[in-house]
């Protein structure tokens, strides 16, 4: 009888044994694999964004701009654009302090209807997407101006604006 009792009971301790073994090693298994799928769905959700926002990453593409560059750049905006404080409209607008008002803004400029409808604030993004190609960013707009493909200027000349401001915003 006794010893009937000590094969029961080892039985079951065996049983436990194996049970909280398996459980273990589940765990130490499920565990990776929670974290392998984590990772995959930031990756998904990271690639899905950059892809609704036209792929842009400002930050980097400021990085390769200096405002000193910008300065240069700027000579090709210069023949419709002054710049300096105080300055005065010419075929476009003037461009002190552009950044952070709305497109449109400027009420003794004569802009087109499209540019006062489109009716955004001139941040970093905007401004990259106007100067890449001004005639497909705004539709209908009259800024006769191919765009800035290469990067380098782009990012300058964006800096440029930044700078010539009262309140140049803090880089992203
Ligand atoms: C051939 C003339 C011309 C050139 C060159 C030109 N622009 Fe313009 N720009 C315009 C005109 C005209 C408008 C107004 C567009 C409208 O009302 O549709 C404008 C509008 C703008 C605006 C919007 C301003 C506001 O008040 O909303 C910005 C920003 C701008 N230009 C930046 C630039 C920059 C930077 C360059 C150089 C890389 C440049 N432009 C080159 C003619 C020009």
Redesign the pocket.
Known sequence: MGYEIQKILTAILVVFVVVFGIGKISDTIFQTEENVVAYKVEGQVKSASTDVESSVDIKALLALGTVDHGEA??K??????SIKQGGKH????A?YN?MT??????SD????K???AYNKK?TFEE?NG??LK?ATW?K??????A??KDEK??AS??LY?NQMSDNPLPLP
């Open positions: 750049t700027f090709k905006c210069k023949a419709c654009h010419n075929i476009g607008p461009l552009v008002r709305n497109s449109g803004e400027i400029y004569k802009y087109s499209s540019l006062i001139w401004l106007f100067l001004p705004i209908g707009n009259k800024m006769g101006f765009g800035l200027d782009r000349v964006i604006l």
